[in-house]
Structure formats: C-alpha cells, structure tokens
T-cell receptor, first 112, second 118 residues
Framework: DGGITQSPKYLFRKEGQNVTLSCEQN?????MYWYRQDPGQGLRLIYYSQIVNDFQKGDIAEGYSVSREKKESFPLTVTSAQKNPTAFYLC???????????FGSGTRLTVV | AQTVTQSQPEMSVQEAETVTLSCTYDTSESDYYLFWYKQPPSRQMILVIRQEAYKQQNATENRFSVNFQKAAKSFSLKISDSQLGDAAMYFC???????????????FGKGTHLIIQP
C-alpha cells in the first residue's frame, strides 16, 4: 500500500546532539513537508521541498536542516542549535495544491 | 501572511447529536483551498473534507459538511449524528492556489478538541 513512513516513532536526544528523523514516501508525490506540533500551537511548517535537490524554509526553520536527494526521501535533522526540540514532528507529502496532504504517523522527539 | 483561527479550544457533544466547529481565516488571495483535518489519539492526521474557494457549493462528505462563507472568511465544519469515533482534535487549514512567492504549504489553526459524550 502507498503511504508515508516516519521513523523512529519515538526518539530521545541528549543536549548538544544532532538527530535525524526519517521520512519516506512511495506515493510518487513531488512535494514533501515537515511540520512541528506543540500542545496548543497547531502545526507549524519547518521546511518543504517541491522537487528533488530543492527545498525552502518554512516559518520555523532555525535549528533544523533537510535534504532531498531522492524523490522518496526527505529527512529532517534537528541540530544542537534548536533550543527547544521536544515536540511531535509530522512529515507530509502532496501531489498538488488541490489534493491536500498525506501525513506520516509522526515522530515524538524528547530531549533528555 | 495568512492566518487561520479556531476560536473553540474544546467542544463537547452528545452522541448522535450535531456539532459545528468554527474556523475563520485571513487572506488577501481570491483563490485558495480550505481543509478540515482530524487527529485522533493515535495522532495520525486524516483529511476530513476540502473546499475550493471558487466553488460556491458547500462540500459534503457523508456526515461531515461545511458552511463556507467567502465574504466573511468563515469555514465551519458540521458533524451530524456524532459518533464516539469522531472524538479527536480537528484542525482547519488554508492553502493558496498559486504556488511561488512565499512559503508554500498548509497553514493550520490551533485546533479544536472534540469530546463525544456517550
């Protein structure tokens, strides 16, 4: 079945470490997105990519980095520069503006 | 920048009753898309319904319907015959139709927590 796979489901990070969240899709969607969800904040856009080898900053890109070397993959790295990384991270993809998003099941990142 | 406002942090409804969730948005665009997403306790985001701004007819998907008032920039979700499985966070979202010139992607409201009373 087609869909988006995020891994791991839970991730723990020590202070000062970089961690990478995986997002893979087999839907043949061109556009992919990373969102951060905090309680009472809704979803906020971190980065997005509309084609391979191209990506753009969203509203809260500071402390994060991405790559898009393959159409199927859009990993997110949470760097040590992100001061408050504990959150729920959602990856999504889209085939076009009208279609809305298909979401992954999310990764819960906790700083320990 | 576009903003989406959901003024009801939490709503409660009796099973089998009807409930309406409110959403307003602010945009200078004339053509755009609006969505309602459901996020149950599993935290999987599920598309409930979409509306295209150039269509005057309100979208309907089974027990879910919207009241789209373009002039008022209002996009409410009505759930009829509420069921226990409808309990979730509901997010209203906006997306402009034309890409380019600023961040692409959906802009979400902060959500409404819907409780279904048995």
């Amino acid at each position: 079945d087609g869909g988006i796979t995020q891994s791991p489901k839970y991730l723990f990070r020590k202070e000062g470490q970089n961690v990478t969240l995986s997002c893979e899709q087999n839907l043949n969607h061109d556009a992919m997105y990373w969102y951060r969800q905090d309680p009472g904040q809704g979803l906020r856009l971190i980065y997005y990519s509309q084609i391979v080898n191209d990506f753009q900053k969203g509203d809260i890109a500071e402390g994060y980095s991405v790559s898009r070397e393959k159409k199927e993959s859009f990993p997110l790295t949470v760097t040590s520069a992100q001061k408050n990384p504990t959150a729920f991270y959602l990856c999504a993809s889209s085939i076009g503006l009208r279609a809305g998003y298909t979401f992954g099941s999310g990764t819960r990142l906790t700083v320990v | 920048a576009q903003t989406v406002t959901q003024s009801q942090p939490e709503m409660s409804v009796q099973e089998a009753e009807t409930v309406t969730l409110s959403c307003t948005y602010d945009t200078s665009e004339s053509d755009y898309y609006l969505f309602w997403y459901k996020q149950p306790p599993s935290r999987q985001m599920i598309l409930v319904i979409r509306q295209e701004a150039y269509k005057q007819q309100n979208a309907t998907e089974n027990r879910f319907s919207v009241n789209f008032q373009k002039a008022a920039k209002s996009f409410s979700l009505k759930i009829s015959d509420s069921q226990l499985g409808d309990a979730a966070m509901y997010f209203c979202a906006y997306r402009r139709r034309s890409s380019g010139g600023g961040a692409d992607g959906l802009t979400f409201g902060k959500g409404t927590h819907l409780i279904i009373q048995p």
